[in-house]
Nanobody
Framework: QVQVVESGGGLVQPGGSLRLSCATS????????WMWYRQAPGKQREWVAL???????TYEESVKGRFSVSRDKTNNIVYLQMNNLKPEDTAVYYC?????WGQGTQVTVSS
């Protein structure tokens, strides 16, 4: 049974940083990809970043240069490091792995 659990959200001031975690289990981890999405109030869920099992990464244009995704292979945890956060980054952030969504973690950027 695949499990996906996000953590690390919170309230941060503009310009601040947060690191989100996505712990995954119950699946093979080869030839797979982990994806981060976010959903702001009243908006559709949008893709943010991706990391493959080979370590390749891709980012949505608005987060390039500010967000970085990485993977701890030993513990099967994927991280989303978010720097220089802006109010428009406020959303619930979700991890998608092997067709399974986590419960999401709230990120609020506000002064």
């Amino acid at each position: 049974q695949v499990q996906v659990v996000e953590s690390g959200g919170g309230l941060v001031q503009p310009g601040g940083s947060l690191r989100l975690s996505c712990a995954t289990s119950g699946s093979s981890f080869s030839d797979k990809a982990w994806m981060w999405y976010r959903q702001a109030p009243g908006k559709q869920r949008e893709w943010v970043a991706l990391i493959t099992s080979a370590g390749g990464t891709t980012y949505e244009e608005s987060v390039k240069g500010r967000f970085s995704v990485s993977r701890d292979k030993t513990n099967n945890i994927v991280y989303l490091q978010m720097n220089n956060l802006k109010p428009e980054d406020t959303a619930v952030y979700y991890c998608l792995f092997d067709g399974h969504w986590g419960q999401g973690t709230q990120v609020t950027v506000s002064s």
